[in-house]
């Protein structure tokens, strides 16, 4: 049974990090891009960041400098680390495993910026 659970979130004041952690079983974690997204009620999920099974990254426009993500392949887990928060980053978190037509999601994890 494939599980991803994702862990980390919480309230944090503007300026802020948190540290947002996904943990995956049931899958070759490592031959997985990993995804985050995040989604705002009555709005499409957006795609915030991913990272290839070669580690190679990619970010949405107003995250860049801000989030980072990174894999882990011996403990398959993905993290994303994020820094200088902003009100608008406020969502739920989700993170996202696929390979060819292979896809799952985790529960989410909310996250809310506010003073």
């Known amino acids: 049974q494939v599980q991803l659970v994702e862990s980390g979130g919480g309230l944090v004041q503007p300026g802020g990090s948190l540290r947002l952690s996904c943990a995956a079983s049931g899958i070759i974690f490592s031959v997985y891009t990993m995804r985050w997204y995040r989604q705002i009620p009555g709005k499409q999920p957006e795609l915030v960041a991913w990272i290839n099974s070669g580690g190679r990254t990619k970010y949405e426009d107003s995250v860049k400098g801000r989030f980072t993500i990174s894999r882990d392949d011996a403990k398959n887990t993905v993290d994303l680390q994020m820094n200088s928060l902003k009100p608008e980053d406020t969502a739920r978190y989700y993170c996202?495993?696929?390979?060819?037509?292979?896809?799952?999601w985790g529960q989410g994890t909310q996250i809310t910026v506010s003073s």
């Open positions: 996202n495993a696929r390979f060819t037509e292979e896809d799952y």
